[in-house]
């Protein structure tokens, strides 16, 4: 067998193929015009990491004005009530469909996911692009919504109350959410296609990253259950504009048929946010404890087997919605069996750090957060499955709570550590790791008093989407304010270290933290077409082969020990 | 074992628990500890049992990672340019099965537990006292089987009681956190809760709560009453749609329903826009006001004149005298909608009756005489006679 052995990335030669070797995606082609009309896979997701983040801040800037406004029962900032329902409707559909569903995988999947394959590209750029600009549509269709009047139908617009209410923004918003749904829909497609398609000789299912087997399982849930949101969105804007009774009980429709439509999607779509999170943080640890991760097989079933029960537990988010007793038992027993390989997933984490040599890089203390946090989101899961405790927790900040450890503590978390981790790659600079950690730390405080806070307050009784409480609840609501202004300050200093790259940043190696899957074997940032010549798949977990090079500030990676490799070596590979 | 068996086995549990009950007759309701809120009803020491079990499992695994994580972390730190280490296990068959059955195990005791304290919550015994409940934007009405109507709800103590919910617009949901109850309102269908509490808590003082206070405050006197909130989101007032629940003595719920159901025939045609006035006001003031501010519907102030200076409402819509236009309005609401109002008035059919609807109407001819942010009567008037001092 002959293998293309690539030069180490320390020694690149000057031109690759007649280009320069500093040519890379970033610098290929210059002007506004070449990032608009880009096919690139690596600039179309750096536009939707900028587009995504941008949301972010909006949404988080929602978030403090809801924290400030519950500082006091009664007015504080705003003495309408109406003024409070509009911000925390756009807080939860800006943070849901404009961020964190198309973070992990539009965002960084984008750059990262034909890279790791070693490929040139996804399978469809040309479609690639245009989920982008169906994502531009859907944000700017929020914007006009805000300008017809706003929307305060929560971010589920539950009927009648979204087919009734006289604020003028619904349609264009339900269109917005359509509108990003398919958005998602042919991103998920895109990478199915790409992993079948593009993996290249020697990349077997087995060998591929967690991280793909993540992001593959999300592609699944998203082409499979969003076509479900996008008619149910249909119906509700059919049902607003001509009345046709499908939802509405004086014509003879069913409310409760809604939430049965709109959960089969977004109980789906809770998977579709964490999944992702969940393949960065095998990717993370396995990296910085620079060994092979435990049970590899067991946690890429389990990423499987969590889509797949994804689709028949919506009916937990109705047991008190006046669905039967006997459908409501069903579904608890149901929403369990998710609870088991949530829970080997962790215990496979926590396996990999034993006997491992852990680094404790900026990403990696993202990893170890939301290890933290995820247990806590998982354990409350617990209280909220079992039938006789959700009746009392339902709709109360319990559930608030529990959601936020899922989807801003452990999905949201586990984004923002894969943006560091692969940082110094997308953009060739390293950010100050020290003003890095310092910041997650932050992060990580600030949300546990801001949330944690908020289990208390609503197992005492707390309804959720509350304008004015009962004094009682007063000195819970302002920990968790101030939490939230903890987790502010956490943000602001990630922003500048993250940002700080761009101007004091040393140039990033192209392996700074001892990675071996292919991404780390081009340069950074990668040239325009990723691999001049199609890169060897070696074990993507085996880092016997990766050693720290102090000429590069990196990691090597030296097969020439690999027997795979070099038949005559012995091999020094840990035996699996 | 099988579904029937499980539910048999309940049932005689039930049952022991009921005779257990009866022998020692518990004397007070559970006090509120670091989760949960003091617990009255019958369920809320099963609900609060499964809870318990279900937080000291959560305390151990999570301490388990926790610990372990930060042990294998700070054991196994690794600085810049040493060597890796080798000696790691990459797989352990049989620790993999284990954690995987371990979990299996416990989230099946986990839901037998909680599917047990469940069917407490779901079946209501068949001697339960039916009252009527009928929750609109944003206000809740309690009807009880003599016909008395009111704001707050009131309840027999040591006799289960079984609420029968019914919305006239969007989604709500009923929930009594000291009770551990919630059950969606889902308009166009019946849902039911039950629960019985066998503390009376008091009745509470003859005024009624202020309706315009910025906050919602405690009941007025001693009564320990319990709190029943709105908890699904049902836009402008979801979140002052909360009001009290009292519970009573057999005797004094007798007395006090009778009373309820009468309170309005004691009082002479004359005095009525006075005494019952604003009372019923208190239930119209979240959409209309007394000062001529526009809120979800058109303010009481000047309507007369407005409704005399005919036709306020849309072309050919035709109305007789202005005392039939508010009739209607009440009963009927869809009827005549003033124009850039949207329909969204619930009726009040079934829940004031003909006099009651007089009490409105002099109300509305009297305003000068009442307070335009209380809706009570001003100070300067008499409450016996409502003549000027």
Sequence with gaps: MTTIQLPSPGALPDTIEGRPASDNYLTHTRGILSWIFTLDHKRIGVMYMWSVLGAFLLGGTFALLLRTELLTPGPTITDSADTYNQWFTLHGAIMVFLVIIPSIPAALGNIILPIMLGAKDVAFPRLNLFSYYLWVTGAVLCVVSLAMGGFDTGWTFYTPYSTTTTAGGVIPVLTAAFVLGFSSIFTGLNFIVTVHKLRPPGMTWFRMPLFLWAIYATAIIQVLATPVLGITLLLLIVERTVNIGIFNPSMGGDPVLYQHFFWFYSHPAVYIMILPAMGIISEIIAINSHRAIFGYRLIAFSSIAIAFFSFIVWGHHMFTSGQSALMNTLFSAISFSVAIPSAVKVFNWIATLYKGSVSLTTPMWYALSFLFLFTIGGLTGLHLATLSTDVHLHDTYFVVAHFHYVMMGSALIGMIGGLHHWWPKIFGRMYDERLGTIACWIIFIGFNVTFFTQFMLGSQGMPRRYYDYQPEFQVYHVISTIGSYIMAVGFTLTAISLFGSFFNGKKAPANPWGGRSLEWQCASPPPFDNFAKAPRVGDCYDFSVVHWDPKLGGYRVDESNDPEVNPAAQGTKAAH | ?389
């Design chain 2, 1 to 389: 074992m099988s579904m029937t068996h499980q539910i048999l086995a309940h049932t005689a549990s039930q049952i022991s628990a009921l005779a257990a009950f009866a022998q020692t007759g518990a004397a007070e309701p559970t006090p509120p500890t670091f989760w949960m809120p003091v617990g009255a009803s019958t369920i809320s020491q099963g609900v609060d049992h499964t809870l318990d079990v279900i937080n000291w499992i959560c305390y151990v695994f999570f301490a388990l990672v926790v610990v372990l994580m930060v042990w294998f972390v700070v054991k196994y730190r690794h600085r810049t340019g040493d060597k890796f280490r080798t000696d790691y296990p990459t797989h352990n068959t049989p620790l993999e099965i284990t954690w995987s059955v371990i979990p299996t195990i416990i989230v099946i005791g986990i839901f037998v537990v909680g599917f047990r304290s469940y069917l407490d919550i779901y079946t209501a015994p068949k001697n339960a006292f039916d009252i009527k409940v009928t929750a609109q934007k944003w206000a809740w009405s309690f009807q009880y089987p003599n016909g008395a109507v009111s704001d707050d709800l009131y309840i027999p103590a040591g006799r289960p009681v079984r609420l029968v919910l019914r919305s006239s617009d969007v989604l709500h949901s009923l929930y009594i956190p000291d009770f551990r109850v919630k059950r969606d309102i889902v308009p166009g269908r019946y849902t039911y809760a039950w629960f019985q509490c066998d503390f009376p808590t008091g009745q509470p003082g003859k005024t009624p709560r202020d309706p315009n206070a910025k906050v919602v405050s405690g009941p007025e006197d001693d009564a320990q009453a319990h709190t029943l909130f709105c908890t699904e989101y049902c836009g402008t007032g979801h979140s002052k749609m909360n009001r009290y629940v009292y519970v009573l003595d057999e005797a004094s719920f007798g007395q006090w329903m009778t009373d309820q159901s009468q309170w309005m025939d004691k009082i002479p045609e004359e005095e009525l826009y006075f005494k019952a006035g604003p009372k019923i006001f208190a239930r119209c003031q979240q959409c209309h006001s007394l000062d001529g501010t526009v809120g979800i519907g058109p303010s009481w102030k000047g309507i007369i004149e407005r409704v005399k200076a005919y036709p306020i409402v849309g072309d050919g819509k035709e109305y007789g005298t202005w005392e039939d236009y508010i009739r209607t309005s009440i009963l009927v609401p869809g009827k005549y909608v003033v124009p850039t109002y949207g329909n969204v008035m619930p009726s009040f059919k079934g829940q004031l009756n003909d006099k009651a609807i007089d009490a409105v109407l002099g109300y509305m001819q009297q305003l000068e005489k009442f307070d335009t942010k209380t809706g009570k009567l001003k100070a300067e008037f008499d409450p016996a006679t409502g003549m000027k001092k």
